[in-house]
C-alpha cells in the first residue's frame, strides 16, 4: 500500500501550483490540497444539496453487483448558484489550468453521494476510458473531487493507483453494470503502482489526471459521503463531435470570494441536468446494459 505524496496545503493569498506540483500530477497523477475550501465555503455549497429538490429530481443510481448502489447527480454547465461559483472560482480554475497548460472549460460536474451503509461502489476504472468515446482525441482533461463530508476508508473514500496515469488509456468493459478497467491488467498495474486510500476533510480538493486510476468502496458506516466532482477539459481539446457533455464555452471565472458572496442556492437555469438512461453512447453502456453479476 502506498503512502500519498503529492499532499499541499492551501494558502488563501496567491495559491498558484508550483513546479514540485506539476510534477507530482504528471508523474503521480494527482495532488491533493488540503483545506482549499473552509467551513463557511462548504456550509455555503451544502445547502445546494441539502435544501433545494436537486437531489430528488435529477439523481439516478448505478448498481454495484453488491446489492448497493452508487448515486449521483450530473450536469453539464456551472450554472450561477454556489456549486457553480466553486467550478468557476480562480483557485479552482487557475489550478486546472497551470496542471494542463492551458485554457479549460467545465465538461460537466456532479454530486456523488453514498448514503449510510446502503452507498455503493465504483470499480476500477479510468475517467478517459469512456470519455475517449466522445471523440475528444487527446487526455488532456481532469478532475476535481472535493470533499462535501468526511472521506474515510469505511464510508468509501476514493482509492488510486498513484502513477497509473502514465500507463496509458486502459480497455474498459461492462461489469456488473458499470464501466471498469480491464480487472487482469488494473491487478499487473496495482504491482507497479500500489493502491493509495485518499481520505479527506471537508474543503479538501483532489485535483486527478483522466488516465488515473481510481475506485471506491461502498458505505459500510453510519456516515453518508458527499462529494462534488467537476470534470474539465482544454479548449484545445474540445471533442469533434457533438455528445451529451459540453462542448467548449468559455469560462467566466470569479474570484474566490463569490463562494461566499452567492446567496443563490436552488435557481440551477442552464446547468443541463442529465438522465444518462436515456443516452445510445458507448461510455454509457454502465447505464442501459445491466450485466449479470455473481452475487
Same mark, same amino acid.
Given at each position: ?87 468557476? &472560482? ?45 471523440? &475528444? ?38 461489469? &456488473? ?115 449479470? &453479476?455473481?452475487?
Amino acid at each position: 500500500m502506498a503512502t500519498l505524496s503529492g499532499v499541499y496545503s492551501f494558502t488563501p493569498k496567491g495559491f498558484r501550483v508550483t513546479q514540485d506540483m506539476k510534477k507530482s500530477f504528471d508523474h503521480q497523477g494527482y495532488i491533493l490540497v488540503k483545506g482549499m475550501f473552509d467551513k463557511e465555503e462548504i456550509t455555503n455549497l451544502r445547502k445546494v444539496f441539502e435544501k433545494t429538490d436537486i437531489i430528488n429530481d435529477n439523481g439516478f443510481g448505478v448498481d454495484d453487483g453488491q446489492g448497493k448502489k452508487a448515486k449521483m447527480v450530473t450536469w453539464n454547465n456551472p450554472g450561477n448558484d454556489v456549486s457553480g461559483m466553486i467550478a468557476r &472560482c480562480e483557485k479552482v480554475v487557475n489550478t486546472c489550468e497551470d496542471l494542463l497548460g492551458g485554457e479549460v472549460y467545465q465538461y460537466h460536474g456532479k454530486l456523488l453521494y453514498k448514503d449510510p451503509f446502503t452507498g455503493g461502489a465504483f470499480f476500477w476504472h479510468q475517467d478517459y476510458g469512456y470519455w475517449y468515446y466522445n471523440s &475528444c482525441l487527446f487526455p488532456d482533461m481532469l478532475t476535481v473531487f472535493i470533499a462535501i463530508d468526511k472521506c474515510t476508508r469505511s464510508n468509501g473514500c476514493l482509492q488510486i493507483l498513484p502513477g497509473s496515469n502514465r500507463c496509458g488509456r486502459i480497455v474498459h468493459d461492462v461489469v &456488473c453494470g458499470q464501466t471498469a478497467a480491464n480487472t487482469e491488467r488494473v491487478s499487473a498495474i496495482e504491482k507497479a503502482c500500489p493502491k493509495a486510500y485518499v481520505e479527506m476533510e471537508p474543503g479538501d480538493a483532489l485535483f486527478f489526471h483522466c488516465n488515473l486510476l481510481h475506485s471506491s468502496s461502498g458505505n459500510e458506516s453510519a456516515d453518508r459521503r458527499w462529494a462534488y466532482l467537476i470534470a474539465y477539459n482544454t479548449r484545445a481539446n474540445n471533442a469533434l463531435v457533438r455528445h451529451h457533455h459540453a462542448q467548449y464555452t468559455p469560462l467566466h471565472k470569479v474570484p474566490d470570494s463569490a463562494v461566499k458572496d452567492c446567496t443563490n442556492y436552488s435557481d440551477f437555469s442552464g446547468k443541463d441536468f442529465m438522465d444518462p438512461t436515456n443516452l445510445d453512447l458507448p461510455e454509457n453502456a454502465l447505464l442501459k446494459t445491466q450485466a449479470k &453479476c455473481d452475487k
